[in-house]
């Protein structure tokens, strides 16, 4: 009970430190909830095979917060980074047994479920683009919040969270017959709502991304050997099509001259790449160290004659992080990403299909592979106030590697 109020008071701190920015009430809840969790077992901190990479990336975050040119916009930003590093550390301490795996999970399911609800009143839909779904369709969504959620983010939440749930969907049936029905239905719903709000986005990348996740969960729960063979086919029509349409469905871009659509429009691929071009000058003259974290667009237009101010960031997940933090934070977070999937796949070969933890190991790879594929194309949640979700996977999945059998 004392750790999992410990818990409780570190997830509400990291939480504080996101909505709210750096804060000292945030950290208290955070120090305080570190003590309540770590105190009844009366030992040091579980170690990870990730320890030294999340050291490195930390570091480099001071680094950061040194170097920056602009430290209010820095300090929120490794702040973000240092909470959710804070965050993971804390699940993969706290989720020792099978019940605290599962509401670790039932936590992050609910998370998705609730950010769904949030999404029509929370989203600038305006910034979708004007394919698939009429701009009509969005008039009845009142806008609630003074700094709206991108659409392109929210994608990126809901390919993250979304594969869960549909992991569990689809798993061998355990339990009660009752039980197993209305876990079912509820399972679908939640489904069905974050892939609702995945289409309402708009959001190309986002679209690939899902694709791959779900089609990965489908894949690896699927017994018979050419079912496997359709669905990984199926897999590489969907994403080639996607590809396709991503690099040629340009959005409308009205009477705007042709020479200067590259730049002003930032849902055509011309955007995108000067975009890139743009983030690898600067991984060119700042290799070590970084511009600061958040400092992308501010360096841009002083350095680089870039100028974007509604559309931050590099636009790839993996250019973003090499602009924030040199290439240093850059190897320590690759490194992060396929540490964590060495130790996932541990739990994966080891528990059988029916047990839950599998398929919330299922799910959770599943998640990361979708958000890793969104960020060849978008910076996804990184540096965002939803930033720590992604760090609750990864300790979830950690988790699950430290399970005793």
């Known amino acids: 009970m004392l750790s999992t109020t410990g818990m409780g008071l570190v997830g509400i701190g990291v939480l504080w430190e996101h909505l709210r920015g750096p804060s000292l009430p945030g950290w208290a809840a955070i120090v305080t909830g570190w003590v309540l969790l770590l105190l009844p077992r009366r030992r040091l901190p579980v170690r990870t095979p990730s320890d030294w990479p999340l050291l490195l990336l930390a570091a480099m975050g001071g680094v950061s917060l040194l170097i920056t040119a602009i430290p209010e916009t820095t300090r929120v930003q490794v702040t973000r980074l240092w909470a959710g590093?804070?965050?993971?550390?804390?699940?993969?301490?706290?989720?020792?047994?099978?019940?605290?795996?599962?509401?670790?999970?039932?936590?992050?399911?609910?998370?998705?479920?609730?950010?769904?609800?949030?999404?029509?009143?929370?989203?600038?839909?305006?910034?979708?683009?004007?394919?698939?779904?009429?701009?009509?369709?969005?008039?009845?969504?009142?806008?609630?919040?003074?700094?709206p959620v991108h659409p392109n983010v929210m994608a990126a939440l809901m390919v993250l969270l979304l594969p869960m749930p549909l992991a569990l969907l689809i798993s061998p049936g355990a339990g009660r017959r009752f039980q197993t029905i209305a876990l079912r239905l509820l399972l679908g719903l939640s489904v069905l709502l974050m892939g609702l709000i995945l289409l309402l986005t708009k959001s190309r990348g986002g679209y690939i991304a899902g694709a791959v996740g779900g089609l990965l969960v489908v894949t690896l729960s699927v017994r018979t050997w050419w079912l496997r063979i359709l669905v990984v086919l199926l897999v590489v029509a969907v994403v080639g099509a996607g590809v396709w349409w991503f690099v040629h469905a340009d959005g409308d871009t009205g009477n705007q001259p042709e020479l200067l659509e590259g730049a002003a429009n930032p849902s055509t691929w011309d955007f995108r790449q000067q975009v890139w071009r743009t983030a690898v000058l600067m991984l060119q003259d700042f290799p070590f160290t970084g511009v600061g974290m958040g400092l992308f667009n501010e360096v841009g237009t002083l350095l680089y004659a870039w100028y974007a101010p509604q559309n931050p960031g590099a636009h790839n997940l993996y250019l973003q992080v090499g602009v924030d933090l040199g290439f240093p934070g850059l190897i320590a977070y690759l490194a992060i990403l396929i540490l964590t999937f060495h130790a996932a796949a541990k739990p994966l070969h080891r528990l059988p299909p029916g047990d839950p933890l599998h398929s919330i190991t299922l799910g959770g790879l599943a998640g990361l592979v979708a958000l890793m594929t969104h960020g060849l194309v978008d910076i996804t949640v990184w540096s965002t106030r939803a930033a720590f979700l992604p760090w609750l996977v990864l300790g979830l999945l950690t988790a699950l590697h430290h399970l005793d059998p």
């Open 85 to 147: 590093l804070v965050i993971f550390y804390a699940l993969v301490n706290w989720a020792r047994e099978r019940r605290q795996l599962t509401l670790a999970t039932i936590a992050l399911v609910t998370g998705g479920v609730g950010i769904a609800l949030l999404a029509p009143v929370a989203v600038d839909w305006n910034r979708a683009k004007m394919v698939l779904i009429p701009a009509a369709f969005y008039e009845p969504f009142p806008l609630l919040l003074p700094d």
